[in-house]
């Protein structure tokens, strides 16, 4: 698969992330199954977070892979940690208790890149450059970044934080576009010129942080997919006919999408199918023209001013 440099460090990552959030549905052999094939594709970077079944799918995905050391050295592992039950949680204690567990679970000694999961409030962004010292000191964890975060919440975390953030995991797909929507539509009188983020596109394009677009076939907030949804069907005819053009899935093309944006993002693919996640590592090679880009955009329902 085709590869690109994860934000400003030198660690080189395929350009499809593989969620394991639902990895916890999965029996023992489906899981060996599905991980030996996002292996053979080339698809060697693992997206994880400790509250993914309650730590049970980190501790399924590290007995389905078989992790020693030898497996450890050609896959890459990422974690979160930040969400506790009633209340999200950036405190030195409780950062540096989630990535010891999460490296029991995974079977592994330390992380290639940890993510703050969601916004704290209360965060105290000082206790964060503390605990981040102490996981890249000791050699648990790489790189660091976050998810879900604007640009001033980043901003605040990087004036204590010495580490680079590499990363903002945020949920963008065609029907979720808003982040690119509100930079297309500037000065109007309508919906899609709303910034609802701080402008986050254009700043983590400025300061080499790379988007992981997670989500990328939902539509709204879990609300269901929108390939082969009757709610779509225009989108979905534009997809399909481009997908005819490439002789791939509509997958593909979906993926396709995000991965043409010059952006440079790394979309985060949850899906525990072998076929759709083979389908979804085909979009490294599709590069769609503009007119194509657009069109799928317009057929979203998006608009141009």
């Known amino acids: 698969m085709r590869t690109m440099k994860l934000g400003?460090?030198?660690?080189?990552?395929?350009?499809?992330?593989?969620?394991c959030m639902r990895m916890k549905s999965l029996e023992k052999k489906e899981a060996e199954t599905f991980v030996q094939t996002a292996l053979e594709e080339g698809a060697n970077f693992f997206d994880h977070a400790d509250i993914y079944g309650?730590?049970?799918?980190?501790?399924?995905f590290s007995d389905a892979i078989h992790m020693n050391s030898t497996v450890r050295e050609h896959i890459i592992l990422q974690s979160k940690c930040g969400i506790r039950k009633g209340m999200f949680d950036f405190s030195k204690e409780h950062i540096l208790n989630s990535v010891d567990g999460i490296l029991k679970r995974l079977k592994t000694d330390y992380l290639d890149t940890l993510l703050l999961h969601r916004p704290d409030a209360l965060v105290e962004p000082e206790e964060v450059a503390e605990?981040?010292?102490?996981?890249?000191s000791?050699?648990?964890?790489?790189?660091?970044?976050?998810s879900n975060q604007k640009p001033m919440q980043i901003q605040l975390l990087q004036k204590f934080v010495k580490q680079p953030i590499v990363a903002n995991q945020l949920q963008l797909s065609i029907t979720n576009s808003n982040m690119i929507?509100?930079?297309?539509?500037?000065?109007?009188?309508?919906?899609?010129?709303?910034?609802?983020?701080?402008?986050?596109?254009?700043?983590?394009?400025?300061?080499?942080?790379?988007?992981?677009?997670?989500?990328?076939f939902q539509y709204g907030f879990f609300e269901g997919v929108f390939l082969g949804n009757e709610k779509f069907p225009e989108l979905n005819?534009?997809?399909?006919?481009?997908?005819?053009?490439?002789?791939?899935?509509?997958?593909?093309?979906?993926?396709?999408?995000?991965?043409?944006h010059p952006a440079k993002m790394q979309p985060v693919i949850g899906t525990m199918n072998v076929n759709r996640l083979k389908d979804c590592i085909k979009a490294s090679k599709v590069l769609l023209t503009r007119e194509e880009w657009y069109s799928i955009y317009r057929a979203a329902g998006n608009i141009l001013p």
């Open 8 to 19: 400003r460090s030198a660690l080189e990552v395929p350009v499809v992330a593989v969620g």
């Open 131 to 136: 605990a981040f010292d102490i996981l890249e």
């Open 138 to 146: 000791t050699g648990k964890v790489r790189h660091f970044g976050v």
């Open 181 to 216: 929507s509100n930079g297309i539509n500037v000065n109007m009188e309508n919906e899609s010129a709303i910034d609802r983020d701080g402008s986050v596109l254009d700043f983590c394009r400025l300061n080499d942080i790379t988007i992981q677009p997670w989500s990328p």
């Open 237 to 260: 005819q534009a997809i399909d006919e481009i997908a005819v053009n490439y002789e791939v899935s509509n997958t593909t093309i979906a993926i396709a999408w995000l991965l043409r």
């Open 54 to 60: 309650d730590g049970a799918s980190e501790e399924i």
